[in-house]
């Protein structure tokens, strides 16, 4: 979500730490999905809370996973730098088993804070109000250091009575240093359509479509999320998101293999599937755009979804609402905020509404 070249636009570097799995805090999936609740499941998490403190000491293991092998059966995944020089030694004097529970690599690329237009219907465009959301957007100076910065206006939340957009912290909210722009986000601040990354880095060209309401989420809570005032006649009430329509007002929990979709200012509409729960992750965020380091930030209960060729999520996609791949009203799954070429990472969207006090805007 940071600029790249004249617009770098990831916001956050990511570092991968540990991945576990969960207890859902969200409504039940179907009878015999593999949940945090399966016996086999809560079989591998006890070998890896054994394991996983150990074995990230090492730099080239970014993490550890709950997932699946090829027979569908639970295993211990460890997550391998694919670009480190020892790669292959780590490898190798990893176990293939633990007490009955076998232990699969997989090879990544380091994580980090998702930046590249795709094809279809724009999610960069200027829209006629009022908008869908799924689409670019930002906090309207996030200019600093010679980059513009941006995101994406993931979806429609309510809060008392009123509707805000929701969208990540470092995209609303992160800039906390006067240094490259002299000003650092403030209540009130304007919430624009597209972000600044898709009109040359001119507010002019963009629209206002809400202000900024600090939410703080970062780094005190477990959750990268931030919030924008709806401007009256700027946004579709019910909250309906490019390319998906209007969702539910519910939300339903993660599952190992559970098919999802999200809607994004770089990657558009895409589909992929849960492959991981649980996962726990270092996250280093920047004082402002294209600035230094502000701090660490470690995550635990996060949602892991795969995300190869960075088909599913991309730099620029932050803030999208990831949810069930159904074809009316899906339900809330999560709040997409980083990854890698290989995996997706997302909050569970229970736990965003609870920090919040919000509701889903739906049907």
């Known amino acids: 979500m940071r600029p790249n070249l004249l617009q770098r636009f990831c916001k956050a570097a990511l570092s991968l730490a540990l ?12 009878a015999g999905v593999l949940d945090a609740s399966h016996a086999s499941v809560r079989a591998v998490i006890a070998v890896q809370n054994e394991v996983t403190a150990d074995w990230i000491r090492k730099p080239e293991v970014l993490g550890t996973a709950v997932g699946v092998d090829a027979n569908g059966t639970p295993v211990l995944t460890v997550y391998i730098d694919r670009d480190a020089a020892n790669a292959g ?68 939340v309510q809060i008392g009575g009123t509707q805000y957009i929701l969208s990540n912290y470092h995209v609303f909210e992160a800039d906390i240093v006067p240094g490259g722009n002299n000003t650092v986000a403030t209540n009130g601040d304007p919430i624009i359509q597209p972000g600044l990354i ?3 880095c001119n507010v002019n060209n963009a629209q206002t479509v809400g ?3 600090k939410r ?7 959750v990268d999320c931030s919030t924008a005032k709806v401007v009256s006649g700027m946004v579709r009430t019910d909250g309906a998101i490019l390319e998906i329509g209007t969702i539910s007002h519910l939300t339903t929990g993660a599952f190992i293999n559970q098919a999802v979709k999200k809607s994004g200012r770089t990657t558009g509409l895409s589909r992929s599937s ?6 726990t992750i270092s996250v280093t965020y920047d004082n402002e755009c294209a600035g230094g380091t502000a701090f ?25 609402l990831m949810v069930e791949d159904v074809t009316t009203n899906p339900r809330s799954v999560g709040l997409l905020y980083a990854g890698s070429s290989v ?20 049907q």
């Open 274 to 279: 849960v492959s991981g729960l649980n996962a």
């Open 211 to 213: 202000t900024l309401v």
């Open 296 to 320: 660490a930030k470690t995550f635990t209960g996060q949602i892991v979804t795969n995300n190869r060729g960075s088909k599913f999520l991309n730099s620029g996609d932050s803030g999208s």
């Open 19 to 30: 991945l576990f799995i969960p207890l859902s805090l969200f409504a039940g999936p179907p």
């Open 343 to 362: 995996d997706a990472i997302a909050n569970p969207i229970d736990e965003v509404l609870a920090f919040l006090g919000a509701t889903m805007v739906g």
């Open 198 to 200: 898709d009109v040359n």
């Open 216 to 222: 703080s989420s970062l780094p005190g809570s477990n």
């Open 89 to 156: 030694e780590v490898i190798r004097n990893l176990p293939r088993e633990l007490r009955g529970t076998g232990v699969q690599v997989e090879l990544t690329d380091k994580f980090r804070a998702m930046a590249r237009p795709g094809s279809g219907v724009s999610h960069t465009a200027t829209q006629t109000p009022p908008i869908q959301l799924g689409t670019s957007g930002g906090w309207s100076k996030d200019l600093a250091n010679g980059y513009c910065c941006g995101g994406t206006l993931g979806s429609l």
